[in-house]
C-alpha cells in the first residue's frame, strides 16, 4: 500500500506511478518544496562561459557573459576589470575682478560748534477769525435702529392671522393669498404694538443686527405669529411676495417717516 510523501494517507489511483493522494494540496506542497530545494543549490559553474562586471560612470553596474562559438576550452580568453577613470570636466571660467579704484582723498571736517543764528518769528498781518462748519445729522451719526411690523388685513380692513393670509410651500417660497394685503406700521399702535423707535427688536433680538437676517442695519422687520405665539423676523423672499422686488427701498421708506 502506497502512502502520501505528504500527508501520509493511503494512495488510490488507477495509475500504477500515482505517487500522491487525491489532495490536490498535497501535490501542491511537494512541487513548491522542489522549487525551495532549487534556489538553495548553488549555482553550476560552467567551464565555456566568462563574465565580467563593468561599471559606468554614472555608478550603475552590468554583468557581461560571454560564450565561446567553436573554440577549445584551453583557448578561452581571460577578462580582467579596467578600472573607469572619471571624465575630465571643462576648465572652470573664474569672472575677471573688478578695476582697481583710486580711493578720494579724505576732507577733514572741523568738529567746532557752528554759531546759532537766531531769526525773529514772522509777523502775524490780520489773522482770519477761525470758522465753524456744522455738518448735517446723517453725517455725525448713524441712523438709529427702528423696527418695521409686518401684518395682514382682509378686504374689509380686519386683522387676520398670519397662516390665514401666508400660506406655506414645501421647498418654494411661502404664497401671500389673494385676499390679503400686507400692512407696515412704525408705531406702537398698529398690528400687534411691535413697531417703534427702536421698537420690540431689541427686545425680541436682543445683541443681534437685522443684517444677520438679510436687512438693513438700521431697520428691522418683526412678524407675530398667533399659532406659536411667538415673534420672527420675514425672510427676504416673504418680503418679496408681501412687498415687492423693491421691498428693502419700501422699508427705508416707513422706517423714515415718509408714509405708514
Known amino acids: 500500500m502506497k502512502q502520501c510523501p505528504i500527508c501520509g494517507r ?8 500515482a505517487v500522491f ?16 530545494e532549487a534556489t538553495k543549490l548553488p549555482p553550476v559553474a560552467t567551464g565555456n562561459k566568462a563574465s565580467v562586471i563593468v561599471t559606468f560612470p554614472n555608478g550603475s553596474r552590468w554583468l557581461l557573459e560571454l560564450s565561446p562559438i567553436d573554440v577549445e576550452h584551453s583557448a578561452l580568453p581571460s577578462l580582467a576589470q579596467v578600472q573607469t577613470l572619471p571624465t575630465a ?42 470758522t465753524s462748519v456744522s455738518l448735517p445729522p446723517e ?9 418695521i411690523e409686518l401684518f395682514f388685513i382682509d378686504a374689509v380692513g380686519s386683522l387676520l392671522r398670519f397662516r390665514e393670509a401666508v400660506r ?8 401671500i393669498r389673494h385676499f390679503a394685503k400686507a400692512q407696515l406700521c412704525i408705531v406702537e399702535d398698529d398690528g400687534y404694538g411691535l413697531g417703534g423707535r427702536p ?38 423672499e416673504l418680503l418679496v411676495e408681501a412687498l415687492g422686488a423693491d421691498w428693502r427701498m419700501l422699508l427705508q421708506t416707513h422706517a423714515d417717516g415718509d408714509a405708514r
Not at 99 to 127: G, H, I, K, W, Y
Not at 168 to 175: D, G, K, V
Open 199 to 236: 421698537g420690540k427688536w431689541p427686545e425680541a433680538f436682543p445683541q443681534r443686527s437685522p443684517t444677520e437676517f438679510g436687512l438693513d442695519a438700521d431697520v428691522g422687520v418683526l412678524y407675530y405669529d398667533e399659532d406659536d405665539k411667538r415673534v420672527y423676523v420675514p425672510t427676504p
Open 10 to 17: 493511503e494512495v488510490v489511483s488507477k495509475r500504477k506511478d
Open 139 to 147: 453725517v455725525t451719526r448713524q441712523k438709529a435702529l427702528r423696527t
Open 168 to 175: 406655506a410651500r414645501h421647498n418654494r417660497p411661502p404664497a
Open 89 to 130: 570636466l571643462p576648465p572652470a571660467v573664474l569672472p575677471e575682478p573688478p578695476p582697481a579704484t583710486v580711493p578720494e582723498p579724505l576732507v577733514a571736517v572741523s568738529t567746532s560748534p557752528l554759531p546759532a543764528v537766531l531769526e525773529p518769528p514772522p509777523a502775524v498781518v490780520n489773522p482770519a477769525p477761525a
Open 21 to 36: 493522494c487525491r489532495d490536490a494540496a498535497c501535490r501542491k506542497k511537494a512541487q513548491q518544496a522542489r522549487k525551495d
